[in-house]
Nanobody, 123 residues
Framework: QVQLVESGGGLVQAGGSLRLSCAGS????????MGWFRQAPGKEREFVSA???????YYADSVKGRFTISRDNAKNTVYLQMNSLKPEDTAVYFC?????????????????WGQGTQVTVSA
């Protein structure tokens, strides 16, 4: 079992930055591929970014060049640095862990999910 807790969300103006954190506990964190997803009101949960157990990264086209995912296995934490934020980035952001260890955009391949953190970007 892996427990995930997100933090770092908030209200920011367009063009601003936020850094989300996802702290993991339970089984060996470094063995998992980690991902970030987001869900806006009335929309499906969508892939944002992922990082494999070895550090390979993968981004949705909508955030490429603006967001950076990283992980610190010694701290059991994965981060999402979000720069140049846009109003359309407004959503609840979820982190997730995949026992497949790779960086995947496939929501169904993630075994554990956090509760989410709200990000609101004002125009």
């Amino acid at each position: 079992q892996v427990q995930l807790v997100e933090s770092g969300g908030g209200l920011v103006q367009a063009g601003g930055s936020l850094r989300l954190s996802c702290a993991g506990s339970g089984r060996t964190f470094s063995n998992y591929g980690m991902g970030w997803f987001r869900q806006a009101p009335g929309k499906e949960r969508e892939f944002v970014s992922a990082i494999s157990w070895s550090g390979h990264t993968y981004y949705a086209d909508s955030v490429k060049g603006r967001f950076t995912i990283s992980r610190d296995n010694a701290k059991n934490t994965v981060y999402l640095q979000m720069n140049s934020l846009k109003p359309e980035d407004t959503a609840v952001y979820f982190c997730a862990a995949s026992s497949l260890r790779g960086a995947t955009s496939q929501r169904g391949l993630y075994d554990y999910w956090g509760q989410g953190t709200q990000v609101t970007v004002s125009a």
